[in-house]
């Protein structure tokens, strides 16, 4: 039993707590909260914040301006003001002024002008400050009371207007306060599909009097014979002039069957473009011999002037479509016999001359009507 006591005795004083260092404890934890809140007090600054107009006191441990803006969560662009600037240092006391600035896009009756706001203006005042007064039954994009918000707004004022509609080949007069092409083609009563082409661009804004166009595109793939255009063999003759050209061996054009896209628009062929091509008859080579000799040079005011100044008014390249050609007025046949190509009226005033030349050395002045105009 006294054993037992002993041992009860022993451990007894194993439980007993101790209080001395649990106290002083408490007391450095006390001194610690004691001295954060005085270096609180001592290390943050206070300063004035306004933002729009509206001020705030706000408790800062930063050391510049933009430590403040973080700590409110403000974010800034380029275009806003701010006073003073970011990097500038905060002892305390400072005011800090911010201006949100507002982009504005102004477009008035097709017209667009960009400014920048920097006060939170409604969209009634800010029509009266750029002096936009909207007529009866006029379109604005936004209700008078809607504030600009920081992001900007695209404000459209769009009175009623006289407009011409072109389409399908025919003209429609509106009158409409519709601020888009789009919107303007709805009142007009005109249909456009994806495909059609819309002049101006279907978003594009309407001026007074504008003239708005819709082209009706149509595309179409089909299978088409076609000409093959012959190639052209030059053999060059020193025995003629360069205004000589002799077809030895005429050409002739093939064929070849080409499957294609066709644009057609309002009706008329625009593009086309070729998908597969198979040739069905090749062309025949056409070789021609062309002079190299320059031509003599016949004075102005020659034999042959005042003649083609009688026969056709001096007008060399004359087709009136009464079987005479050119300045001298040579019929097809005529200016064949004497080695002429193609027609008179389509040859130079020298080839012709010289033809003519040959023509009167072979068969006398009595072949011009008007020989005697060289007399004059």
């Known amino acids: 039993m006294r054993q037992v006591k002993k041992h009860v005795k022993k451990h007894a004083k194993k439980l007993v707590p101790k209080r001395t260092p649990l106290i002083a404890l408490n007391i450095a934890v006390l001194l610690v909260v004691a001295g954060g809140t005085a270096a609180f007090g001592t290390m943050s600054k206070t300063v004035t914040l306004s933002v729009d107009g509206k001020t705030e006191t706000v408790r800062t441990f930063g050391s510049h301006v933009d430590d403040v803006l973080a700590s409110k969560g403000i974010k800034l ?3 806003d003001k701010i006073s003073p600037s970011v990097n500038s240092k905060v002892d305390g006391g400072e005011n800090i002024s911010i201006q949100f600035a507002r982009p504005l896009t102004l477009s008035v009756d097709g017209v667009s002008t960009d400014h920048v706001l920097y006060a939170s203006s409604s969209v009634k005042e800010v029509l009266t400050q750029f002096d936009v007064q909207p007529k009866t039954d006029a379109y604005v994009s936004a209700e008078s009371t809607k504030t600009i918000p920081r992001k900007g707004l695209d404000l459209v004022v769009s009175n009623p207007k006289k407009l011409k509609v072109v389409a399908d080949g025919k003209t429609k007069k509106v ?5 888009t092409v789009s919107a303007v083609l709805k009142d007009a009563g005109v249909k456009v599909n994806n ?3 819309i002049n101006p661009g279907k978003d594009a804004l309407v001026k007074p009097d504008a003239k708005l166009k819709v082209i009706r595109i149509k595309t179409e793939t089909k299978t088409e014979e076609v000409d093959v255009k012959f190639p ?6 020193d025995s003629m002039t360069t205004a000589e050209t002799k077809v030895i ?3 002739k054009a093939g064929k070849k069957r080409e499957k294609v896209v066709v ?3 309002d009706g008329k062929i625009r593009d086309r473009k070729v998908l597969t091509s198979k040739v069905l008859e090749e062309p025949v080579k056409q070789v021609e011999k062309r002079g190299t000799q320059e031509a003599p040079s016949v004075p102005s005011n020659s034999v042959w002037d005042k003649i083609a100044k009688c026969e056709s008014g001096g007008n060399w390249h004359i087709n009136t479509g009464n079987g005479y050609y050119g300045g001298l007025q040579f019929s097809a046949a005529t200016w064949h016999s004497v080695g002429g190509t193609g027609l008179p009226s389509d040859h130079t005033r020298e080839e012709q ?3 003519a030349t040959i023509l009167q050395a072979r068969s006398g002045w009595g072949q011009w009507g008007c020989a005697g105009a060289r007399f004059n």
Do not use: L, N
Request: a negative charge; charged letters at 35%; aromatic letters at 0%.
């Open 195 to 197: 495909e059609d082409e």
């Open 77 to 79: 662009v380029p275009a």
């Open 232 to 237: 052209v063999e030059v053999q060059k003759d």
């Open 249 to 251: 061996t005429p050409g």
């Open 353 to 355: 001359i010289k033809r």
């Open 175 to 179: 009158k409409t306060s519709a601020p």
């Open 263 to 265: 644009t057609i628009a």
